[in-house]
T-cell receptor
Framework: DAGVTQSPTHLIKTRGQHVTLRCSPISGHKSVSWYQQVLGQGPQFIFQYYEKEERGRGNFPDRFSARQFPNYSSELNVNALLLGDSALYLC????????????FGEGSRLTVL | AQTVTQSQPEMSVQEAETVTLSCTYDTSENNYYLFWYKQPPSRQMILVIR??????QNATENRFSVNFQKAAKSFSLKISDSQLGDTAMYFC????????????FGTGTSLTVIP
């Protein structure tokens, strides 16, 4: 079975631009979460979606948004990019909204210049 | 709010030896889960072991075991018979049973296994 897949794996943007990151969950996983991992830090929670509804939001500005599609895949959008948005963005999925461990993708490495 | 603290940024161990990684957490909740995740240089986070707070027995998974001290809010990971493939970042994580919608991670410990 395929694991959690994320795209793109690497991307470079300039300040002020917009970025869209994509995630496909493991088959049968209906919950998708997004985490930001800045170099040298642990992952920080951004969003959780379950059955296309937002179930949780971390302490991130409104420039960050996400959505989940009927096939349970998800997109993370970041507008008006800042240098501080440079990070590894991790998608994590699981079967339900609040049980079980998270299964992670390899991440999307975003560099903002 | 929950916080997770890993006070050892870097550690090293000789191959075949035993190493213990430390983790403490702060919460006012009584029901929760604790996890150790491994992030090899290839970046994908992999679950190593999990512990339910209501279970007094420490979790074990082959060479990996935990020492869970609920009163002290401590959750250390012991790796026995260390192997080169154990070289990675290790993250301790907390999840509330009440909300469960987010994990709180520590800052990680970089473990190097020396041949």
């Amino acid at each position: 079975d395929a694991g959690v897949t994320q795209s793109p794996t690497h991307l470079i943007k300039t300040r002020g631009q917009h970025v869209t990151l994509r995630c496909s969950p493991i088959s049968g996983h209906k919950s998708v979460s997004w985490y930001q991992q800045v170099l040298g830090q642990g992952p920080q929670f951004i969003f959780q979606y379950y059955e296309k509804e937002e179930r949780g939001r971390g302490n991130f500005p409104d420039r960050f948004s996400a959505r989940q599609f009927p096939n349970y895949s998800s997109e993370l959008n970041v507008n008006a990019l800042l240098l501080g948005d440079s990070a590894l963005y991790l998608c994590a999925t699981r079967t339900g909204p609040n049980t079980g461990e998270l299964f992670f993708g390899e991440g999307s490495r975003l560099t903002v210049l | 709010a929950q916080t997770v603290t890993q006070s050892q940024p870097e550690m090293s161990v000789q191959e075949a030896e035993t190493v213990t990684l430390s983790c403490t957490y702060d919460t006012s909740e009584n029901n929760y889960y604790l996890f150790w995740y491994k992030q090899p240089p290839s970046r994908q986070m992999i679950l190593v072991i999990r512990q339910e707070a209501y279970k007094q027995q420490n979790a074990t998974e082959n060479r990996f075991s935990v020492n869970f001290q609920k009163a002290a809010k401590s959750f250390s990971l012991k790796i026995s018979d260390s192997q080169l493939g154990d070289t990675a970042m290790y993250f301790c994580a907390f999840m509330s049973s009440n909300t469960g919608n987010q994990f709180y991670f520590g800052t990680g410990t970089s473990l190097t296994v020396i041949p």
